[in-house]
């Protein structure tokens, strides 16, 4: 499928809000079903953007977190380096599975 801008930021943005395929189907006005053989393409723009999405907001709830953490919030410090191990050992199956 091919998306105007506008339709690649609201995917983005309602990927990043946890919106279901359905939802965001709904919303740009598509059969769902092109939604989902658009996503179970891993090369396809639709893939990307709902993938981009979710990481920008999560990016976001991480850079509070360190910002939280940066200040002395002994939850947030903990919260922040479980996040870092699981996101090391992501990295390491990564290169296991897929090579150097």
Do not use: C, W
């Not at 891993?42 to 509070?64: M, N, T």
């Not at 947030?76 to 150097?100: K, S, T, V």
């Amino acid at each position: 499928m091919t998306f105007t801008q506008e339709q690649i930021d609201s995917i983005e943005k309602l990927a990043g809000l946890n919106y279901t395929f359905k939802h965001i189907a709904m919303y740009l006005d598509v059969p769902l079903k092109d939604i989902l053989d658009d996503y179970g393409d891993k090369e396809s723009k639709f893939r990307y953007h709902y993938d981009r999405g979710k990481l920008l907001s999560q990016a976001d709830i991480d850079q509070g977190a360190l910002d939280s953490a940066k200040g002395g919030n002994i939850t947030a410090m903990q919260q922040f380096e479980r996040i870092r191990r699981a996101r090391h050992f992501e990295n390491i199956r990564d290169l296991l599975i897929y090579g150097n």
